[in-house]
């Protein structure tokens, strides 16, 4: 059974992976709006970590909403939401897989489906959309990260992803400048990127 | 990382564990109040899957308490509810494992902590509480059960398994008879048993 997972490279989607090996076979997939090369740094860590990758174009015309959504509600999670809704239809319109999944943990608020659009999801495409890390709190989601994952965090903005924001930050920069770029993601928002995933033994030594 | 599944000898408690497996040292442990025998069916199907196995009393009075509770509202929800709680607040407090977990899906109503309880139950005890099937539908359950256990299904009156409904179903029908019982039960409940698990070149057969 083959299971495609949205990929960032960073430690939730690579957990999210990790968890679905020994069940699946996975493969990780990127999207991009074309507009930045940082789906390198993903397809970096997929090679790191030990699992295939691919790339998917998503419509540039669904970053340019996201963003007035974002300029609507004055925070980015519901432009996130709408950017995370249509990567998700666009790998489950791909046909190639009867699951996908995704990083979301469960005390997640963006991106997040609700449980309507999840069901209509798999309803229309006939996939099924798994959520691995859904019943996993912050607490057990480092613990597993310690033992399978080395990795480095830092700020959003000064290290290189390539979940949803970096593309939506990088537009709404350019678009709409320094202030109201400011005043969307106003917040240091820690990200983390995965470095390589340790092997069995070294796991049993530490 | 050791991990205590609370365990009815259901597909789902069981394929919760499976999905465990490859990342905690998993013990599957059934609570009873001491009214009925049925967690023997559940020593058993943990034994067929080959899990190591412990018992857990929880106090009788939960048991007479959630029976009022389903009379006040009519239907066994929050009784369920309640028990359920009262188990996961007892095998934290056995203080014996790290991580606790349970079978409960995504779609489930019953049983099921709401988000609040469960961060008051990590935090008062510092125990872990992860829901491998959390972020799994019925169709991605089901495709995932049909590759690792062999199950029988039946009515929840016919199927002996160990579940919190066996003992509330058969005190509320002592304590208060055949009507109130059929009023508070009325549907069929279709439940699962494990009977054996697929090995590894069984399941690359089918």
Redesign the interface.
Known sequence: ?KVQVLYSGGKDSSLSAI?LE??FEVELVTCTFGLERSWENARQAAHDIGFPFKLVKLDPKTLDESIEVMLKFGYPRYGINLIHKEALETVAALGEA??I?DGTR?DDRAPMLN?SE??SL?DRTNI??????????K??ID??VR?HLEIVEANSETLEKADYETEARSLMRDKYGEDVYHRIFPHKHIQSRVLRRFKHDEKVER
């Open positions: 059974m968890l020994p069940f009867a699951f999944a469960r449980i999840i069901r798999e099924r959309y798994v959520r691995p890390l859904a019943g996993y709190g607490s057990a613990a597993l033992e």
